[in-house]
């Protein structure tokens, strides 16, 4: 993984942050990954980096989120970073793929937003931070979904009847996407 951690403080060294919570998270997750070099990887405790995507439609009215097996809540696709793994771009583009079920998306591979959440079901040792780096995909118009082994459900949310207990991270991750989408 020593590629994909240089890719990721390269990344996260040359992003812009929008917001000084943004500009938090980016020095927040650097600083983790300057201290561990084991930083990427799901072994690293109680911290480690993750990446995800919002699946947006092509008009950017719809998101496709979902309904994580373990959480019980609603969310864009992501997970852990995996051996094979060469860049943060290319994690959240697989687990985009994967968990969706689209058989392709077009992805962007500029991070929109920065995330740190605390998860209590990722580690036997106690809760870890989950040190989140997110991207925005948008799938093909008629493209199929299909709920894969870590979902219960995956759907469409029209962005303007999300789903109950949809946090503020997780509307500032779809807003940020609709303008992604709209500066093309």
Same mark, same amino acid.
């Given at each position: 993984?020593?590629?994909?951690?240089?890719?990721?403080?390269?990344?996260?060294?040359?992003?812009?942050?929008?917001?000084?919570?943004?500009?938090?998270?980016?020095?927040?997750?650097?600083?983790?990954?300057?201290?561990?070099?084991?930083?990427?990887?799901?072994?690293?405790?109680?911290?480690?980096?993750?990446?995800?995507?919002?699946?947006?439609?092509?008009?950017?009215?719809?998101?496709?989120?979902?309904?994580?097996?373990?959480?019980?809540?609603?969310?864009?696709?992501?997970?852990?970073?995996?051996?094979?793994?060469?860049?943060?771009?290319?994690?959240?583009?697989r687990e985009a793929l994967e968990e969706s079920g689209l058989p392709r998306v077009d992805f962007?591979?500029?991070?929109?937003?920065?995330?740190?959440? !605390?998860? =209590?079901?990722?580690?036997?040792?106690?809760?870890?931070?989950? #040190? @989140? %780096? *997110?991207?925005?995909? +948008? !799938?093909? =118009?008629?493209?199929?979904?299909?709920?894969?082994?870590?979902? #219960? @459900? %995956? *759907?469409?949310?029209? +962005?303007?009847?999300?789903?109950?207990?949809?946090?503020?991270?997780?509307?500032? #991750?779809?807003?940020?996407?609709?303008?992604?989408?709209?500066?093309?």
């Amino acid at each position: 993984m020593r590629s994909l951690h240089a890719d990721a403080l390269a990344v996260l060294g040359a992003w812009s942050a929008p917001d000084p919570e943004q500009e938090r998270h980016r020095r927040r997750i650097v600083a983790h990954l300057e201290r561990h070099p084991d930083g990427m990887s799901r072994s690293c405790f109680p911290d480690h980096v993750t990446a995800g995507t919002l699946v947006v439609s092509t008009d950017g009215t719809e998101v496709l989120l979902n309904l994580h097996g373990k959480a019980r809540q609603w969310f864009a696709f992501g997970g852990h970073c995996e051996d094979g793994d060469a860049t943060l771009a290319e994690v959240a583009h697989r687990e985009a793929l994967e968990e969706s079920g689209l058989p392709r998306v077009d992805f962007d591979p500029l991070p929109v937003q920065l995330d740190e959440h !605390a998860v =209590p079901f990722c580690d036997a040792r106690g809760t870890v931070a989950h #040190l @989140d %780096v *997110r991207y925005v995909a +948008v !799938a093909p =118009p008629g493209a199929h979904h299909a709920v894969s082994d870590e979902s #219960l @459900d %995956v *759907r469409w949310w029209p +962005v303007d009847a999300l789903p109950d207990g949809i946090g503020s991270d997780m509307r500032e #991750l779809i807003e940020l996407a609709r303008a992604r989408l709209a500066a093309g």
